[in-house]
């Protein structure tokens, strides 16, 4: 049957279905890096063209109809379920996934929240072409949000991500936003939609059709009820959906199951556990096997140092540079104990580092992809800075971001310390900046003053963050650093950020090298940035395809604890973020409280515990949720006292005790 043949109606849906369908599979592969330059911007030329095809087709069709006698019309619940599959598609197409799931029934159970929304406009309202608009406005917004996020850190939007809000709002500005060709393509579809939905005239429902529809919305919403859990079992099980592994497996994840199904799994089954067997008793009784011993009479000025972003490609595979970006680093490492940390985030996260250290809790026992500080502390917990404040030690942190900032404003104030520079009161040089942030070496030009200005009868802990290696990498950073083995602007503007902040590195041990007090200074990375592409270049294969020690390096990142008293040079092999703090303690002299005494028991079975995986003392590496066999009563040890620290009301930390 010749298409001038057809009806109008038929028409005028077959070009524009078309003309959808086009735009949706060439945006697919026009942003699809995994093609050769040739065939994207192949690609990209007949994107352009089906798009404007689409447009013309719109107008056509509505011109003609225009002529007609009969206007254009719908039935509403008709429109309704071809105004979801639009929502559907755009939403997979923001997360370059095709339509078609690991299993039908995810595509069900997609379709099914997409096209419910519509469909109670369909039948309650008399009149919804305003609730349609409303309603495809908000899903395409989603979709492009979902593409962004996607983009900036290597990972999609996570349900926890609604709790950190004000956080995304503080560092937007971090971020530039582009305008990308599947951007062009949702944008383009949703106006066409929008269009087609105010020319389109909508037939009047009778009742019965109503109530048919909104019974089948019911058994709908109840179907996916009752699917919902053991299809998400099913992805658990056969590897399907494999979350906070590391971001390429969140991204893919998301792809095979659908974008808005999987936000919906995060948020009901990812969840905070407690402990098999738990009691406030038995937790009381684990950290009372330990007693606290009184510390010696000595006030070392301590130094914690979060270095954002601080790390080193060449652990993960070799590359090659004009100059060593380490340089400081390893020139101590005959006077200091070294080596790499494993950290629970990657390409962002920071507050999650900063927990595990100041703490010696681990993200391993909380939600995949939660900030910490955002969605679960919201009271007195104690923590090494309460340590301190017992040791009559002042506690001092020391950022130059904002207080709403991972909400740090409250978190530093449940942490306990009792001095609290940010943005608005630091103080420091704000035109010494490297990538539009403050440079390492002007944050540490305000500490000595810090330092120098105490009261010295007392100790002191100065807890650092910094910002200078953050992203994005848009600006060149006067590193005088080539990198000569990879053609990657971005990791080169990278790596020469980490060389200067390797040099403020240098200068800070420099400083207190001869200072006429004892000085302890330890430095981590937070996380591997999230330079796009790069990593599954150096790896040769893509992320979500490595084993749990193969990925484990993008989690490893440099860490140094140097004495000014002692020229103690060691390298530990294997530590996690919870346990590094111990390592402080021990450098600066300063006894061990019980629960690091038990962090040091449960760190002879389990040398690394992070949020993605554990490394058991036998040397094998563990992803999070395996079994463990005989290391899972430790684990759960573990997690008893952590339960206890963060979530009991009953816990000695809100007594003061």
Not at 25 to 36: K, L, P, Q, S, T
Not at 527 to 554: C, F, N, Q, V
Request: glycine share 6%; hydrophobic share 40%.
């Amino acid at each position: 049957m010749k298409l001038r043949k057809t009806s109008p109606l038929m028409r005028f849906w077959l070009i524009v279905g078309f003309g959808f369908l086009m735009t949706y599979d060439v945006a697919i592969f026009g942003d699809n890096a995994a093609y050769g330059d040739g065939m994207i911007w192949l690609f990209r030329v007949l994107m352009i063209i089906s798009t404007v095809g689409l447009w013309a087709s719109i107008w056509v069709s509505v011109k003609e109809y225009g002529k007609l006698e009969k206007p254009l019309s719908v039935k509403p619940i008709i429109f309704a379920l071809v105004l979801a599959l639009q929502s559907y598609v755009a939403s997979e197409l923001c997360m370059n996934a095709f339509i078609f799931k690991a299993n039908l029934i995810y595509n069900l159970l997609g379709y099914v929240m997409y096209a419910v929304p519509f469909l109670l406009g369909a039948v309650v309202l008399k009149r919804p072409k305003i609730w349609f608009i409303i309603v495809e406005v908000l899903f395409a917004f989603y979709s492009v949000m979902q593409y962004y996020i996607t983009s900036f850190r290597g990972a999609p939007i996570k349900f926890t991500d609604l709790q950190n809000l004000r956080s995304a709002l503080d560092v937007k500005s971090e971020y530039h936003f582009f305008i990308s060709y599947t951007i062009v393509a949702v944008l383009l579809q949703t106006a066409a939609v929008i269009f087609l939905t105010a020319v389109t005239r909508l037939e009047t429902e009778h009742n019965k059709p109503r109530l048919v529809t909104l019974g089948s919305c019911g058994i709908a919403v109840l179907g996916f009820l009752l699917l919902s859990s053991p299809t998400y079992d099913w992805g658990i099980r056969n590897r399907v959906i494999r979350l906070n592994f590391s971001g390429a497996e969140d991204s893919q994840t998301s792809r095979e199951v659908g974008s808005l199904l999987m936000f919906y799994y995060d948020g009901v089954y990812n969840h905070v556990k407690v402990p098999e067997g738990y009691s406030t008793e038995k937790a009381e009784e684990i950290i009372d096997r330990y007693t606290q011993k009184e510390p010696e009479k000595k006030t070392p000025v301590i130094i914690g140092i979060l270095n954002e972003s601080f790390a080193d490609y060449n652990h993960v595979a070799p590359i090659t540079t004009n100059k060593d970006y380490l340089y400081n680093w390893h020139k101590l490492q005959s006077e200091a104990v070294t080596g790499y940390v494993t950290v629970s985030p990657y390409g962002g996260y920071t507050c999650n580092s900063e927990y595990e250290f100041l703490t010696g809790n681990t993200m391993h026992f909380l939600p995949l992809g939660s900030a910490v500080y955002t969605n679960y502390l919201d009271s007195k917990q104690d923590s090494i800075v309460s340590a301190f404040n017992k040791m009559n030690y002042q506690t001092v942190s020391f950022t130059p971001c904002n207080e709403v900032l991972w909400n740090i404003g409250d978190a530093y104030e449940y942490l306990g310390f009792r001095t609290k520079y940010f943005k608005s009161n630091i103080g420091i040089d704000e035109s010494f900046t490297y990538n539009d942030e403050p440079a390492d070496q002007a944050i540490y030009d305000r500490l000595y003053e810090v330092v120098d200005n105490r009261n010295k009868d007392q100790g002191m802990f100065v807890w650092i963050t910094t910002m200078q290696n953050h992203a994005p990498y848009n600006e060149d950073i006067p590193g005088g650093l080539e990198l000569t083995s990879h053609d990657n602007m971005y990791a080169e503007r990278y790596l020469n950020s980490i060389c200067l902040a390797d040099k403020a590195l240098g200068d800070l041990i420099d400083h207190y090298r001869d200072y006429d007090e004892e000085v302890v200074i330890v430095m981590f990375g937070d996380h591997y940035p999230h330079i796009e592409g790069w990593a599954d270049e150096l790896y040769g294969k893509s992320l979500a395809d490595m084993d749990t020690e193969e990925y484990s390096r993008l989690h490893q990142t440099p860490f140094i604890i140097w004495s000014n008293r002692s020229s103690k040079a060691e390298t530990i092999e294997n530590i996690s973020l919870n346990y590094l703090s111990n390592e402080m303690f021990k450098m600066a002299g300063l006894p061990l409280t019980p629960v690091q005494q038990e962090l040091e028991h449960i760190r002879e079975s389990l040398p690394i515990v992070s949020a993605f995986c554990t490394r058991s003392s036998d040397g094998a590496w563990h992803r999070t949720g395996d079994e463990l066999g005989s290391y899972s009563d430790i684990l759960n040890e573990y997690a008893t006292m952590q339960y206890y620290r963060m979530f009991d009301k009953d816990r000695r930390a809100l007594k003061g005790e």
